[in-house]
């Protein structure tokens, strides 16, 4: 009798179980339903930019249509090369400094340099030299006539350089000052010829070769310094300690010039 009725409990237990689970899963969909609107209602949209509205993806393909540039987003979507500060195209250029000869061991010779040239592009220009020198002799030279009687009358030097250089700007870059600034720089190389008047009178033909930096402090004003180089043959008058004449003969001579001074350019660079 006992078994029987703990069937029928086991029985009844089976059937009534399962309802109440369902029950239970029907009432808590509920709240689920009602949890994931009230997120829906109070989560922001997010919409898109006017750049992404505006901008059309196809324009990607076209890459000579930049209608789409005007609605990029600014300093991200946008790359910017950067042209020469101080534009030299079409411009002239004046020069005014100041020289020394650094390989002479006879003589001290100084003296102030004009340039003047024209640039036909940001590459190639051309350009006039002068150089107005003033000489002194130093110590070893007139140690040399009254300590060891040796004569130096077979000793040219220049008094004055004029010629005419053909400029190549192959560098274009760029520095910090003490990471207080940016300067820009040209790096160039010249060539020419022209004429040194020499010591012995005469005048010599002279070639000029240089190496310098051009750097900008404004788009007129700039900073330039080089080395040049002039070579040159002379014809000088050997004589002895006593002053004898023993002869004349034709020597080379090479000085080596570094020149530091301002530039200005003009016209002022409108196509900027």
């Given at each position: 009798?006992l078994?029987?009725?703990?069937?029928?409990i086991?029985?009844?237990?089976?059937?009534?179980?399962?309802?109440?689970?369902?029950?239970?899963d029907?009432?808590?969909?509920?709240?689920?339903?009602?949890?994931?609107?009230?997120?829906?209602?109070?989560?922001?949209?997010?919409?898109n930019?006017?750049?992404?509205?505006?901008?059309?993806?196809?324009?990607?393909?076209n890459?000579?249509?930049f209608?789409?540039?005007?609605?990029?987003?600014?300093?991200?979507?946008?790359s910017?090369?950067?042209?020469?500060?101080?534009?030299?195209?079409?411009?002239?250029?004046?020069?005014?400094?100041?020289?020394?000869?650094t390989?002479?061991p006879?003589?001290?010779?100084?003296?102030g340099?004009?340039k003047a040239g024209?640039?036909l592009?940001?590459?190639?220009?051309?350009?006039?030299?002068y150089?107005?020198?003033?000489?002194?002799?130093r110590?070893?030279?007139?140690e040399?006539?009254?300590?060891?009687?040796?004569?130096?009358?077979?000793l040219?030097f220049?008094?004055?350089?004029?010629?005419a250089d053909?400029?190549w700007?192959p560098?274009?870059?760029?520095?910090?000052?003490?990471?207080?600034r940016?300067?820009?720089?040209d790096?160039y190389?010249?060539?020419?010829?022209?004429?040194?008047?020499v010591?012995?009178g005469e005048?010599?033909g002279?070639?000029?070769?240089?190496?310098?930096?051009?750097?900008?402090?404004?788009?007129?004003?700039?900073?330039?310094w080089?080395?040049s180089?002039?070579?040159?043959?002379?014809?000088?008058?050997?004589?002895?300690?006593?002053?004898?004449?023993?002869?004349?003969?034709?020597?080379?001579f090479?000085?080596?010039?570094?020149t530091v001074g301002?530039?200005?350019?003009?016209p002022?660079?409108?196509?900027?």
């Amino acid at each position: 009798m006992l078994n029987k009725n703990l069937i029928a409990i086991l029985i009844f237990s089976t059937i009534l179980v399962p309802g109440f689970a369902k029950a239970q899963d029907l009432g808590g969909g509920e709240d689920v339903d009602t949890f994931e609107s009230e997120v829906g209602k109070s989560a922001p949209r997010i919409e898109n930019s006017a750049a992404a509205r505006n901008y059309d993806d196809s324009q990607d393909k076209n890459t000579t249509d930049f209608k789409g540039l005007a609605n990029l987003a600014p300093f991200q979507e946008i790359s910017i090369i950067q042209k020469r500060f101080m534009p030299k195209t079409g411009r002239f250029e004046l020069f005014g400094g100041g020289t020394i000869v650094t390989n002479d061991p006879f003589f001290n010779t100084m003296g102030g340099v004009l340039k003047a040239g024209y640039f036909l592009n940001e590459t190639w220009g051309v350009e006039l030299n002068y150089f107005g020198l003033t000489t002194s002799e130093r110590q070893s030279t007139t140690e040399l006539e009254t300590n060891n009687r040796v004569s130096t009358e077979s000793l040219a030097f220049p008094k004055s350089y004029m010629g005419a250089d053909v400029m190549w700007v192959p560098v274009y870059g760029k520095m910090t000052w003490f990471n207080n600034r940016i300067v820009p720089f040209d790096l160039y190389l010249s060539g020419g010829y022209g004429m040194t008047e020499v010591s012995t009178g005469e005048s010599a033909g002279t070639i000029h070769v240089a190496a310098g930096q051009i750097f900008s402090l404004t788009k007129s004003v700039a900073f330039r310094w080089d080395f040049s180089w002039n070579f040159f043959s002379a014809t000088v008058t050997n004589k002895d300690i006593d002053g004898n004449v023993l002869g004349k003969s034709t020597n080379s001579f090479n000085n080596l010039f570094l020149t530091v001074g301002v530039s200005w350019f003009f016209p002022e660079a409108t196509y900027r």
